[in-house]
């Protein structure tokens, strides 16, 4: 008895199961991208916990050591390219060679904000190259100012002198957002245009009383020369040449050596005239760079920085555990002036040459200063931490439900035979885009981290190029397996299943992400969670765009046949 004909797919159906993934997979890819592009900017606080607490200003009273302090940051120097560097080798035999670690993220912006107010970027709200708002803590340069003390800046990049914009007139302690002129929600989403309306007029001043920003040739050279010449007791000089050759060309370049033989050279000239005994010279960086260039994560090349003191109220010793945020409060034992109050870093007694009644007032400043800022900002994280196990739960739940709707959707459209998981289909489809990707990410380096991304934190970008190469091996890969499926019915009901599953598999860590690291960041997710959390996101904007184009084509092939099918009929017809 010969087998009744299997029950024919209703075509309506199947197009209709395809439609309903397209929907499905540009709301995912719509919210994907809206949360990726945000990352780098979810990382930001504009104003942390400590922003908002007092800041610890009592004068410990020691002697001042220094007339005039000069803090130089060599961007991008990492200790070991260091040495055989003429100037720094000298201030290294007149003063003390340290090594100092950086904090991570490892980016610029974050370690100026160190070095100035000894809070590091886990405290300071202040994680990557993405914060465009005042910082609302306080800094060496509010300290000197209140002491008094003139303060100036020379830079060849822009952002020093921004970088901590105060209301007219406020002297720097405890500064409230509202106080800023400015609109801190706009200048998070739009930092220049939108403001620029109101900026010529802004009640604002810069934390320097002269501060220059000379970014053309020649430029650092005779601007820091003319502070040298002048009479601000606090001069902070920041170079950005030698980043640039970082990125550029990697460290392990001629053109890294280069840029750092230049800057040191150009640094022997300028401060040539410094009269060491009365005055002090520091040499530091705001992080290294990897062989390769770049820098963001936590490898060792990228953490360690020179950190080099010489002149008045500097003493040999060594200095094993010393960090960015230790450089102001030392900076202020030198200039007599308390420490920046907010800061969680400590006063480098060992190389201050006090004597051991001021290194004593100094140490204790610093254990209540400590007190403070620690209890404040164990506090914001303890209570960042219990919201977050909060919400995870709930999370989680809809993460699960999401995927258990999807799971009972499938197994209605598979019975209905307009999904088909077809197992040779799904393996050489699905993993294509997957593999490529998270192999064309690996290939940067042995292991996840911002620091393997040359270019300056922009991770997203790196991502999309990557992601756009495994696109097209996924949509190719998947229109060669369709390529062998029988009638065009089951040929699209084949697409449906590599989308579904595609979506599945990028939605569900996707979903997993959202529920175990939600933004805001209080907490600063790890450095191969940096890249992982972006990444992943992306995937799921890269399946929804394969099943959009998958599909697309199905239908136009799945139109195009029926379509040539039916002309057939009609010239069959009217032949006979
Ligand atoms: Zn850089």
């Known amino acids: 008895m010969p087998k009744p004909p299997k029950p024919s797919v209703s075509t309506g159906r199947v197009v209709a199961a395809a439609v309903t993934l397209l929907l499905l997979g540009t709301v995912g890819a719509t919210q994907a991208v809206r949360v990726g592009a945000s990352f780098m900017r979810d990382l930001e606080l504009v104003s942390p916990a400590l922003s908002k607490s007092p800041p610890w200003t009592e004068d410990p009273k020691t002697p001042r050591l220094a007339r005039r302090v000069f803090l130089v940051i060599i961007d991008g120097l ?141 430029g650092f ?32 370049s001629e053109d890294y050596l280069e840029a750092t033989q230049t800057a040191d050279r150009a640094l022997g000239r300028v401060l040539a005239s410094v009269d060491l005994a009365l005055d002090t010279i520091i040499v530091t960086a705001d992080h290294g760079h990897t062989d390769a260039g770049g820098h963001g994560g936590t490898e ?65 400043a610093d254990r209540l200063r400590l007190l403070a800022t620690r209890s404040v900002v164990a506090v914001s994280e303890a209570r960042a931490e219990a919201e977050l196990l909060e919400n995870r739960a709930l999370r989680l739940g809809l993460v699960l439900g999401g995927a258990a709707l999807a799971i009972a959707m499938a197994v209605l459209l598979i019975r209905r035979r307009v999904l088909r998981l077809d197992l040779r289909v799904l393996m050489v489809a699905i993993p294509a885009f997957f593999v490529v990707y998270y192999a064309l990410i690996a290939t940067l380096g042995q292991r996840f981290s911002p620091s393997l991304l040359p270019q300056q934190g922009h991770l997203t970008m790196a991502l999309v ?51 175990f690291f939600p933004a805001p960041y209080v907490l600063v997710p790890g450095a191969t969670w940096l890249i992982l959390i972006p990444a992943v996101t992306l995937t799921v904007a890269c399946s929804a765009i394969d099943v959009a184009l998958t599909l697309a084509i199905e239908l136009i092939v799945f139109a195009a046949r029926a379509r040539y099918r039916h002309l057939v009929a009609a010239a069959s017809d009217s032949a006979s």
């Open 78 to 218: 990492r200790s070991d390219h260091s040495y055989q560097l003429p100037f720094l080798d000298e201030l290294r035999r007149k003063g003390v060679d340290l090594e100092a670690q950086s904090h991570y993220p490892t980016w610029s912006r974050p370690n100026y904000v160190s070095i100035l107010t000894g809070v590091p970027p886990r405290a300071s709200g202040v994680r990557t190259n993405w914060h465009f708002t005042p910082v609302l803590l306080d800094s060496l340069m509010d300290r000197a100012r209140a002491a008094g003390l003139k303060v100036a800046t020379a830079t060849d990049y822009g952002l020093l002198p921004s970088l901590f914009l105060r209301p007219v007139g406020n002297g720097g302690v405890a500064i409230d957002p509202k106080d800023l002129e400015v609109d801190i929600d706009v200048m998070v989403e739009a930092p220049a245009s939108k403001t620029a309306l109101r900026a010529p007029g802004a009640n604002l001043r810069s934390p320097f009383h002269d501060a220059r920003y000379v970014p053309w040739p020649g």
């Open 300 to 364: 060792p090349e990228v953490l360690t920085v020179p950190l080099i003191l010489a002149g008045a109220g500097v003493k040999p010793a060594s200095v094993f555990d010393a960090r960015l945020i230790d450089v102001s409060p030392t900076v202020s034992a030198l200039l007599g002036i308390p420490a920046p109050g907010h800061g969680m870093g400590r006063t480098l007694v060992e190389v201050v040459a006090l004597d051991p009644e001021a290194r004593q007032r100094r140490l204790s």
């Open 221 to 252: 050279s005779e601007a820091s020369a003319a502070l040298v010449e002048g009479n601000a007791e606090l001069v902070v000089l920041l170079i950005g040449a030698v980043d640039v050759a970082g990125h550029a060309h990697g460290a392990d």
């Open 465 to 515: 190029k990557y992601a756009i190469v495994g696109m097209v091996v996924q949509l190719l890969a998947s229109l060669w397996v369709l390529r062998r499926q029988g009638d065009l019915a089951s040929r699209l009901a084949a697409a449906n299943g590599i989308a579904w599953t595609g979506l599945m598999l990028s939605m569900i860590p996707a979903g997993l992400l959202w529920a």
